[in-house]
């Protein structure tokens, strides 16, 4: 366990320099590879053995280094790919603020602002490449999300959807390709908002606003359907996340919903990626994953109750939440 860390950054050295794309179908000398990214030849053979001792890439008889079914999701663009969320994860942003746990555990604070002085979402808006190479990390680790939240939840009959805090927008993308009657804004910050219009394809573009904002103080258009929250409220500590459930609640009617997108932290001593990434959030942006209970407490403070929790099949689950009586 005390080792785990030389793994994921012999994946960080794959993904970075691309090794699986430049593998490809056929099995490749280390040389090779090494002169296709200028690197030093035994030393990347020495990475790729090591990561092909847990099943990421083979090597076979002659020294040659193949792909698996594991370093096909290195590849860029591959389906299912996560070369991207691997490269975010192995960034200087990253790696310099889990230095600082020990801040975090004797203060319960984030980690990121001892490490560079500032917060998290502070630290993206001035620094543009960090926050490219973040958007991209959280869309690779995001799509199997969204595949699954369309598949499971049933958006029919909705008139209008809007997704709070929802990044570059491809959640609600999925959702207005799967319901041609729908329209939806999205709420960002005005340089995210911004991004998320140039990505969009003309055709959604027209079923979609781009609305700036600050979804602390709102205020959200009013009146919607659905208001959606992906993976917001875990970047939260529990009064910030209060005040966006409360800018949501004063936007909804009596008949609208508010799906809280989360993952879902379980009891007792079972592995869990919700444990894992509970610390993530605590080192990056000083928030927190949820048990069931925790989510429901929170739910109640801003005169919100939970209607019912919907499993998708991935790590995360939907709280289907409306205003309380």
Not at 125 to 143: H, Y
Not at 232 to 248: G, K, M, S, Y
């Amino acid at each position: 366990m005390a080792t785990g860390f030389w793994i994921s950054r012999a994946l960080y050295v794959a993904a970075k320099l691309g090794i699986a794309d430049l593998i490809g179908d056929h099995a490749r000398a280390p040389e090779y590879l090494a002169r296709r990214v200028q690197v030093d030849a035994d030393a990347l053979r020495r990475v790729l053995r090591v990561l092909a001792s847990v099943e990421v890439f083979m090597e076979d008889f002659e020294g040659h280094f193949a792909n698996t079914s594991n370093s096909e999701l290195l590849k860029i663009g591959a389906p299912g790919s996560l070369h991207d969320f691997i490269v975010m994860l192995g960034e200087k942003e990253s790696w310099r603020a889990w230095e600082e746990i020990m801040h975090s555990v004797r203060t319960g604070e984030a980690a990121f602002k001892q490490a560079f002085g500032c917060s998290l979402f502070e630290y993206l808006e001035q620094n543009p490449e960090a926050a490219r190479i973040f958007d991209k990390g959280l869309l690779s680790r995001g799509a199997q999300d969204d595949d699954a939240i369309r598949r499971t939840f049933d958006f029919s009959g909705a008139a209008e959807i809007v997704d709070v805090g929802g990044g570059r927008g491809s959640l609600l993308a999925a959702v207005l390709e799967a319901h041609p009657a729908a329209h939806g804004t999205l709420y960002e910050l005005a340089h995210v908002a911004a991004a998320a219009e140039e990505s969009f394809e003309p055709a959604l573009k027209s079923r979609c606003e781009f609305s700036s904002g600050d979804f602390f103080t709102g205020p959200l258009p009013r009146g919607a359907d659905f208001y959606i929250l992906k993976k917001v409220l875990h970047d939260w500590p529990n009064e910030q996340a209060l005040r966006i459930l409360r800018t949501c609640r004063a936007a909804m009617s009596d008949r609208s919903a508010l799906l809280v997108i989360e993952p879902m932290v379980p009891l007792g001593n079972e592995p869990s990626s919700a444990k894992l990434f509970d610390l993530f959030m605590l080192v990056w942006p000083g928030g927190r994953e949820r048990t069931e209970v925790e989510h429901r407490e929170l739910l109640a403070s801003a005169d919100l109750s939970v209607c019912r929790i919907i499993p998708t099949g991935s790590p995360i689950s939907i709280l289907e939440a409306r205003k309380s009586a």
